[in-house]
């Protein structure tokens, strides 16, 4: 699950009418046990579950296996969905990451608690913080969107699909040198947008 | 309150948004989240930029999927399974100070509390002033276990074939590159030298995680190594 604090509203996730649209969706399951909504939800989002395995090295069976299990946790948790915090295609991604370390990396995958009373919460920041908070999370969000197509297809490749860098080489026909370089330009244009709050 | 100044590298974090980053590590960067709302949000953006990769993926399949939805019926009539068995919480530990809990997950990990008393077994002394924890766990590939370091006290020199990572959960420490206190990670990577060495009044704990082989420098070693 995505696990930030509800952000506040100048840095709350934006929302697009797709999401409005699978946020109404997901609301009308944790409300009424609504099974054509879920079944619209199922449509949308069960042929990428499938794809996102497959591409991980599932086999056909694993992979409807994990789609099965992924969108009963969307039935079974759809009341816990937080708009404000993701959109429902990245709230049915992070279930569908932990399932799938759960049971075909047969793994667990540590996370914070956020009931935890040992945890320090973002409320603690003094006035100055949270200005930096807010900054730093938007100069994020506009490094991401302005990373260069070739840069963004190197991360995607590399974290998203796990490949290593032979593999992205070979599938996108670019010498194994160039692979290097965008992922480190990549890297370092993301890492230019913390310099102010680091 | 101050957050804490030195974070995972963004390989790391997104590593971790995406799953790619296998538990060892996932351990150490999870329990810097719980110290840290600035890499919070790094994450969080981390996942959404995987969610909108996740999206992207071709969607043209569905029609075969159709039989899987009719199947899962059955599984949405259930009724739901009695409610998730919370965990203890810590809440309810009386006269605990939240503050110097090590915070989830690695206290589910830990066997005791993290500052035992050095001569009880838990610890082996490494040099004067410096313990590894008997607490060791090997998880894909990586180790980890925790550094104690007695204020002012050095690590003895050493030579990482991989990367090695350092997480502050108590106290402080110092080297080369900066000073480390509570929620800080200290990365290095293979064949950095460092020296690391205890910077605050009580014993500095930290989680200590280290990908490939621990060479121990003798002096003679470090003379030749430095």
Redesign the interface.
Known sequence: M????R?SPQ?A?PQSPADDRFGELVRSVAQQRD?AA??AL???F???I???CQ?LGADRGAA?EL??DV??TV??KADSYDPA???V??????I???R??DRLRK???????M????????S???PE?AA??AQ??RQ??GA?ETLAPNQSEV??R???L?QTHEEIAEETDVPLGTVKTRLRLA?GH??RS?KD?? | MTFPHHHPDDQLLIGYASGQERVGKSLLVATHLAYCPDCRRRVAAFEALCGSWFEELPGEAATDLDGLLDRMDGLLAAPPASADMAPPRVSDVAGQQAGRLVPEPLRSWLPEAIDSPVDCGSWTELSPGVWLSAWQRTLSGTTICLLRMAHDAPVPAHRHTADELLLVLRGAFSDEYGHYELGDVAQYVADTDHHARGASEEDCICLFLLDGDLIFLDGEEERRAG
Do not use: C
């Open positions: 995505p696990f930030s604090e952000p840095d996730v099974r879920f079944a199922f449509r949308q069960a042929p990428r499938l794809q996102y591409k409807e789609v099965q969108m009963l039935w079974l915090q993701a959109s295609g990245t709230w049915i991604f992070t569908a990451r932990n799938r370390i793994e667990m995958r540590p996370a914070p608690d009931d935890d009373p040992a945890m320090t919460p973002a603690q920041a003094t913080e930096q908070l730093g999370s994020l969000h991401i991360l995607r590399s974290y998203f796990e890297l993301l890492k913390m709050t680091a």
